[in-house]
C-alpha cells in the first residue's frame, strides 16, 4: 500500500507563488508516476501535471503550463508542485496521486490508484 501526504497549500495573492508537496510512504517500488490533480467547489476533478517516477519526464495541462512546475526527489520521496504566477481560478483542493503502470493518458484520474487527502490553494483576486 502507497500512502500519500500533501503539504504547502494555502492563501495567495493572485500573482503570487506556493510550493505543494507530496510524500509518499509505503510500499513505493511499484509506482510508475505521480500526479497532481485539483477540484474546486461544484467541479470535477482535473489534471493538473505529472511525472514519471524517476524520470524526468513531465506532463501539463494547458492551463497551467509556463505557471506551474511539477518535479521530483526521489530521495526524499517527495513529489513537489511549484506554483507561480496564480490566478484565482487555480483555487481548488488539489491532490497528489500515484499510479502503478502507464495506462492511457496521463491525465486520466481512473488510471490512478492512490490518492491524497488533498490540500487547499485560495487565490485571492
Known amino acids: 500500500q502507497v500512502q500519500l501526504t500533501e503539504s504547502g497549500g494555502g492563501l495567495v495573492q493572485a500573482g503570487g507563488s506556493l510550493r505543494l508537496s507530496c510524500a509518499v510512504s509505503?510500499?513505493?517500488?511499484?509506482?510508475?508516476?505521480m500526479g497532481w490533480f485539483r477540484q474546486a467547489p461544484g467541479k470535477e476533478r482535473e489534471f493538473v501535471a505529472a511525472?514519471?517516477?524517476?524520470?524526468?519526464?513531465?506532463y501539463y495541462a494547458d492551463s497551467v503550463k509556463g505557471r506551474f512546475t511539477i518535479s521530483s526527489d526521489n530521495a526524499k520521496n517527495t513529489v513537489y508542485l511549484q506554483m507561480n504566477s496564480l490566478k484565482f481560478e487555480d483555487t481548488a483542493v488539489y491532490y497528489c496521486?500515484?499510479?502503478?503502470?502507464?495506462?492511457?493518458?496521463?491525465?486520466?484520474?481512473?488510471?490512478?490508484?492512490?490518492w491524497g487527502q488533498g490540500t487547499q490553494v485560495t487565490v485571492s483576486s
Open positions: 509505503g510500499w513505493r517500488f511499484n509506482i510508475y508516476g
Open positions: 511525472i514519471r517516477w524517476g524520470g524526468s519526464s513531465t
Open positions: 496521486a500515484a499510479r502503478r503502470n502507464s495506462g492511457y493518458s496521463w491525465s486520466n484520474r481512473r488510471d490512478y490508484e492512490y
